[in-house]
């Protein structure tokens, strides 16, 4: 008996669709089920990124960015725009917008590659057997296939001391879908989908209090980057509260109480509005059946060894439901591979080259190992930094706030980590990535030319500074 696909994949995200179009690619016959449903009620691929995460978050920030910048910084270009208005309305519209428009580009990709999208829910029975059940209730079929590939995504964490009620406390989708400026506007969680919702709100108006429980801003990040992108954000407006464990959160009619300690100390704050953002769990609820012995592990990850594959004979599994970071681009690349060592190729996935960034004015961006990581493990380094207040396209943006930082090995030279706040590193930090895939030192990218005027010479600039050779600043003396 035939199959009915050569591969099946369950979710339409930045994992799952491209996954697909790869697979398709790849000579196979091709299915996405995808089970995600707007808040119209309509079907749309893409999963969060597309639709409740990454896209609109970003059309958001663009906007109030530019609302704020009206406001406070045109007058220094000679620019008297008046009283500048806010048409909330239209900018949720532009961002909708946006999101629909994506959506038809990969609804236009899996026409052009091949690739048959499916409205419903993908339940694995076993190795080639997926249940699909529509989105819009319909009967359930079962289709048979060679490969699994699993892509199901994950969802916002849920506190049980701050249940959502999809109107005062929300999750990050509904953080975006306010129709109104709150007053104020309280956030659990001031990690990067914190900072950048709290950036948003707080640029359109809102008083903003982000309440962190562990005691540093964006551990994950370079220390010396994240506090002083943390001093610009609290000149900003936001208020950032470290080591603040909350304890309990209660909606009311027209606004939420929250309970919160810090050390010994108990505290209880009134917002209009409360968003939870304390991370993201795997979607596996009716991703599999019972008796079909997918495992998972202890935090409810699907289990997968160096090669995505379960313990299933032929199903694999990507992106954020196996963990590690969740980022659409780590998921994109996993997606790829497995289709490619799926059609009996030898891709790899370097998971040391990994960017991430942080969207808010200035951003935060980085790839590697940061400064801490470094001394845990007992490496020798040497780092050069170079501010963006020293850097000629910076000043005429208006943006000379900031740093490059880069680490080099001290024996090697070959280059560990480089660490960004500033404007536009979200585009700087592609060359850190590139260098650090080709092995490249420090003194190879200062002996790279670099256009004059542009930000990218403050990573000119770290790299050169990196042995005390900095032209534009003023070089720390060596031990």
Request: proline share 3%.
């Amino acid at each position: 008996m035939s199959k009915d696909f050569d591969v099946i994949v369950i979710g339409g995200g930045p994992a799952g669709y491209v996954a697909a179009i790869r697979a398709a690619q790849l000579g196979m016959k091709t299915a996405c089920v995808d089970n995600w449903l707007n808040r119209d009620g309509n079907q749309a691929f893409g999963g969060t990124c597309l639709n409740a995460g990454c896209i609109p978050s970003k059309a958001l920030l663009e906007s109030s960015e530019l609302y704020h910048r009206a406001q406070h910084e045109f007058d220094k270009h000679g620019i008297a725009a008046g009283k500048i208005k806010l048409d909330l309305e239209a900018m949720h519209a532009r961002k909708s917008g946006i999101c629909k428009q994506m959506n038809g580009g990969v609804q236009a990709l899996f026409k052009s590659n091949g690739v048959e999208g499916i409205a419903g829910t993908g339940t694995v029975l076993g190795s080639g057997k997926v249940k699909v059940t529509p989105v819009d209730k319909g009967d359930s079929k079962e289709l048979s296939c060679e490969h699994i590939i699993i892509a199901s995504g994950s969802s916002p964490v849920e506190l049980k001391i701050a249940p959502f009620d999809g109107d005062r406390i929300v999750d990050s989708w509904g953080a975006l879908e306010f129709s109104e400026v709150p007053k104020r506007l309280g956030i659990i969680g001031a990690g990067v989908i914190g900072v950048e919702l709290g950036s948003v709100w707080s640029r359109l108006g809102a008083e903003v209090v982000l309440l962190e429980a562990m005691d540093q801003f964006i551990p994950v990040a370079d220390q010396q980057i994240a506090k002083e992108a943390a001093r610009h954000f609290k000149k900003q407006g936001l208020d950032i509260r470290l080591g603040a464990r909350v304890l309990g959160a209660k909606a009311q009619k027209t606004q939420v109480k929250v309970e919160y300690q810090t050390g010994d100390d108990k505290h209880s704050e009134t917002f209009d509005r409360l968003v939870v953002a304390v991370g993201r769990r795997p979607n596996t609820d009716d991703l599999f059946s019972k008796d079909s012995g997918l495992a998972l592990d202890d935090k409810g990850f699907v289990k997968v060894d160096e090669n995505y594959r379960t313990n299933l004979p032929n199903v694999y599994a990507v992106g954020d439901v196996i963990g590690g970071l969740m980022l659409a681009h780590k998921g994109s690349e996993e997606g790829v591979a497995c289709a490619e060592l799926i059609a009996g190729q030898k891709p790899q996935v370097n998971y040391d080259t990994i960017p991430s960034v942080i969207y808010t004015a200035p951003e935060l961006a980085w790839v590697g190992k940061t400064e801490e990581q470094l001394k845990s493990e007992g490496v020798e380094y040497n780092v050069g930094t170079f501010p963006f207040s020293a850097n000629g396209r910076s000043k005429a943006l208006e943006m000379s706030v900031g740093t490059v930082k880069m680490i080099a090995d001290a024996k090697t030279d070959r280059i560990l980590g480089v660490h960004m706040v500033g404007p536009y590193v979200s585009e700087l930090v592609a060359e850190a990535v590139v260098a650090m895939e080709f092995g490249a030192t420090a003194e190879d990218i200062a002996l790279t030319m670099h256009a004059h005027p542009t930000l990218s010479e403050a990573v000119h600039e770290a790299a050169l500074s990196v042995h005390g050779h900095a032209i534009h600043a003023i070089n720390k003396k060596r031990r």
